[in-house]
Antibody
Framework: EVQLVESGGGLVQPGGSLRLSCAAS????????MNWVRQAPGKGLEWVAN????????NYGASVKGRFTISRDNAQNSLSLQMNSLRADDTAVYYC???????????WGQGTMVTVSS | QSALTQPASVSGSPGQSITISCTGT?????????VSWYQQYPGKAPKLMIY???DRPSGVSNRFSGSKSGNTASLTISGLQAEDEADYYC??????FGTGTEVTVL
């Protein structure tokens, strides 16, 4: 079964850091671009970042550029998101999502909640 | 990376057809035939319904169809059913999701 499972969410103070992980299984991880997408409580979806199959290309949304870093470990079939300088407006459910072709997310994880609050 | 514009809500009676629009610019929707649509139930992860403007993934009902004209993409749900009541989001080249549309089955 194709599956993505996120972990690492929790409560963090403003200015703090958190690292999210996504474990992939059931497909050949090394052949797909991977993404992080988030959704603030009661709000819409926001694309956060993506990374090429070999990790050589990374792209970020304007609201997280310079604060978040996406990475992957193809040997472990895992995707990560290092989040620094967290702000209250980073509070959201963070989803790991697989790219299919162009601008298409065909497999999603169940999400992990990140709350930034003092 | 501005959000694409969708109507906040669309409603219809069972059996009817509804259409959700997704308006962008010549730099995103109008640039390529790369528009996808997602269905999301409360508290659940999104699900891919349409990709590349009008293609359906395996397992998605053929009651769902997509199209594009200029800078506007559309998702049509035919034969509306109670289970179609959910939020729907578009996504296009440029990295922006639509603002989201709540579909209500009357």
């Amino acid at each position: 079964e194709v599956q993505l499972v996120e972990s690492g969410g929790g409560l963090v103070q403003p200015g703090g850091s958190l690292r999210l992980s996504c474990a992939a299984s059931g497909f050949t991880f090394t052949t797909y671009w991977m993404n992080w997408v988030r959704q603030a409580p009661g709000k819409g979806l926001e694309w956060v970042a993506n990374i090429k199959q070999d990790g050589s290309v990374k792209n970020y949304g304007a609201s997280v550029k310079g604060r978040f870093t996406i990475s992957r470990d193809n040997a472990q079939n895992s995707l990560s998101l290092q989040m620094n300088s967290l702000r209250a407006d980073d509070t959201a459910v963070y989803y790991c999502a697989r790219n299919r072709g162009y601008e298409t997310f065909d497999v999603w994880g169940q999400g992990t909640m990140v709350t930034v609050s003092s | 990376q501005s959000a694409l514009t969708q109507p906040a809500s669309v409603s219809g009676s069972p059996g009817q057809s509804i259409t959700i629009s997704c308006t962008g610019t010549s730099g995103d929707i109008g640039a390529y035939n790369y528009v996808s649509w997602y269905q999301q139930y409360p508290g659940k992860a999104p699900k891919l319904m349409i990709y590349d403007v009008s293609d359906r993934p395996s397992g998605v009902s053929n009651r769902f169809s997509g199209s594009k004209s200029g800078n506007t993409a559309s998702l049509t749900i035919s034969g509306l059913q109670a289970e179609d009541e959910a939020d729907y989001y578009c996504f296009s080249y440029g990295g922006a999701f639509g603002t989201g549309t709540e579909v209500t089955v009357l």
